[in-house]
């Protein structure tokens, strides 16, 4: 499993959540351990054309009518998109009481020993 390798010095890992509390801290850390040397500037413009918004305007832009079978209909019309709303947890809110229950149950006993923490 890669998070038995969490300390090896070519890993870096990311959490979403960590990158929608604080993106700016996010990318000068992912900078640093790449050793790109990016400017404030160009970290900058990173985060406003990685944002939620920027990526599901550049999606919504692209879903032409000649696009639109590459994509699985359903879960286009069913499921929010390719792009729903960008909020962590999100999720628990599309299951059922009982499919919520057995995917916390699961994520507590194979998160468990791992140090990683959901909040």
């Keep these: 499993m890669a998070w038995e390798k969490k300390n090896h010095p070519n890993f ?3 959490f979403y959540e960590d990158m ?4 700016d801290n996010q990318l000068r850390k992912l900078n640093e351990f790449l050793g790109t040397e990016l400017t404030q ?5 990173i985060r406003e054309y990685t944002s ?8 919504d832009m692209m879903m ?3 696009n639109l079978d590459i994509m699985n209909k359903d879960v286009e019309e069913q499921g929010g998109g390719f792009f729903r709303k960008g909020q962590a ?3 628990k809110n ?6 919520l229950q ?5 994520i507590e006993s194979n998160a468990s020993g791992t140090g990683i923490t959901f909040k």
């Design 102 to 106: 057995e995917m916390t149950q699961w």
């Design 52 to 59: 939620f918004a920027s990526m599901k305007k550049r999606y």
């Design 64 to 66: 032409t009518a000649e």
């Design 94 to 99: 599309n299951f059922s009481p009982e499919l």
């Design 20 to 23: 929608k509390a604080d993106i």
């Design 41 to 45: 500037v160009q970290l900058n413009k």
């Design 89 to 91: 947890g999100d999720w």
């Design 12 to 14: 870096h890992f990311m």
